[in-house]
């Protein structure tokens, strides 16, 4: 079965950066896009970051130019290096895949920002 696991989140302070690191497996991973969306308390989930599988990303107009996604196909992980770190980046971040219309999460790692 598919199995998302996160790892790298933690404490920082406003302008740090942390580096997120998912591992995949159950599934083709180097044909599937991978995701990585975050979930504030209150607040609805939302897409932070996307890499597909040739290697094109796009990202939130939140994240754009602070965040970046990358995708190791051999080792079966998506990674999102987090850089100039805000507290409104505060949340509960998790890694995504659809396969065949079917959502997978992992369980998700707590991102605090906060001086």
């Known amino acids: 079965q598919v199995q998302l696991v996160e790892s790298g989140g933690g404490l920082v302070q406003p302008g740090g950066s942390l580096r997120l690191s998912c591992a995949a497996s159950?599934?083709?991973?180097?044909?599937?896009?991978m995701g990585w969306y975050r979930q504030a308390p209150g607040k609805q989930r939302e897409l932070v970051a996307r890499?597909?599988?040739?290697?094109?990303?796009n990202y939130a107009a939140s994240v754009k130019g602070r965040f970046t996604i990358s995708r190791d196909n051999a080792k079966n992980t998506v990674a999102l290096q987090m850089n100039s770190l805000k507290p409104e980046d505060t949340a509960v971040y998790f890694c995504?895949?659809?396969?065949?219309?079917?959502?997978?999460w992992g369980q998700g790692t707590q991102v605090t920002v906060s001086s």
């Open positions: 159950g599934m083709s991973f180097s044909i599937s896009p």
């Open positions: 995504n895949v659809v396969i065949t219309g079917v959502n997978y």
């Open positions: 890499v597909f599988s040739g290697g094109t990303t």
